[in-house]
């Protein structure tokens, strides 16, 4: 279980923090992206294999450039919030996963994304990261969370069912899904 004790409506760049024991005992830090994770985040996106990376980006993206990585890290936490799982390594921190939404403009209603580092995932990383998300999606009285998935992903499609998801094809796309959570009645 999540406590969202710790986060009474606050989220930023440096609030709120857990640590978190994944299914294999190693331990991680989940907390808020910030701009000084650029570095880390170009070598997390980097390092996936390009099954997680067409995963995630739904085969849009090839490359980080720089603008994208500083879309990805410079966040408002109004709108947006991303969190990253990290661990340390060599006395540096190194992102492991992350998990974000993007609120719409009708501000009851956002849409998330989640990717774990390929050689963490199925320990239960990508779970704890969505909690989390859900949490705060819920303390800041938003309804809806869904994503948009390609409908090859069962990893995707096995957490989103975890999660009480629920699952329909995209009309405007038969290779892709969406997934829908309402906020409201999850507690």
Same mark, same amino acid.
């Given at each position: 279980m999540?406590?969202?004790?710790? @986060?009474?409506?606050?989220?930023?760049?440096?609030?709120? %923090?857990?640590?978190?024991?994944?299914?294999?005992?190693?331990?991680v830090l989940i907390r808020p992206i910030r701009r000084q994770d650029?570095?880390?985040?170009r070598a997390f996106i980097e390092g996936l294999s390009s099954q997680?990376?067409?995963? &995630?980006? @739904?085969?849009?993206?090839a490359h980080a450039d720089d603008t994208f990585i500083e879309q990805l890290t410079d966040i408002d936490y109004v709108n947006d919030v991303a969190l990253v799982a990290v661990v340390e390594e060599g006395g540096v921190e190194k992102i492991v996963g992350v998990s974000r939404y993007a609120?719409?403009?009708?501000?009851?209603?956002? $849409?998330?994304?989640?990717?774990?580092a390929d050689?963490?995932?199925?320990?239960?990383?990508?779970?704890a990261l969505m909690k989390h998300l859900i949490l705060i999606a819920q $303390? %800041?009285? @938003? &309804?809806?969370? $869904?994503?948009?998935? @390609?409908? $090859?992903?069962a990893g995707m499609r096995d957490l989103a069912r975890e999660l009480?998801?629920?699952? &329909?094809?995209?009309p405007d796309d038969a290779e892709q899904v969406i997934y829908t959570l309402d906020l409201e009645?999850?507690?």
């Amino acid at each position: 279980m999540i406590a969202s004790d710790a @986060l009474h409506g606050y989220v930023g760049p440096d609030y709120p %923090r857990w640590k978190h024991t994944l299914s294999d005992g190693s331990e991680v830090l989940i907390r808020p992206i910030r701009r000084q994770d650029a570095a880390a985040e170009r070598a997390f996106i980097e390092g996936l294999s390009s099954q997680s990376m067409h995963y &995630r980006f @739904l085969g849009q993206i090839a490359h980080a450039d720089d603008t994208f990585i500083e879309q990805l890290t410079d966040i408002d936490y109004v709108n947006d919030v991303a969190l990253v799982a990290v661990v340390e390594e060599g006395g540096v921190e190194k992102i492991v996963g992350v998990s974000r939404y993007a609120k719409d403009a009708s501000g009851g209603r956002c $849409e998330s994304a989640v990717v774990v580092a390929d050689a963490w995932q199925h320990r239960g990383l990508g779970t704890a990261l969505m909690k989390h998300l859900i949490l705060i999606a819920q $303390e %800041r009285g @938003l &309804r809806t969370m $869904e994503s948009i998935d @390609l409908a $090859e992903n069962a990893g995707m499609r096995d957490l989103a069912r975890e999660l009480g998801f629920r699952i &329909r094809q995209d009309p405007d796309d038969a290779e892709q899904v969406i997934y829908t959570l309402d906020l409201e009645g999850k507690h």
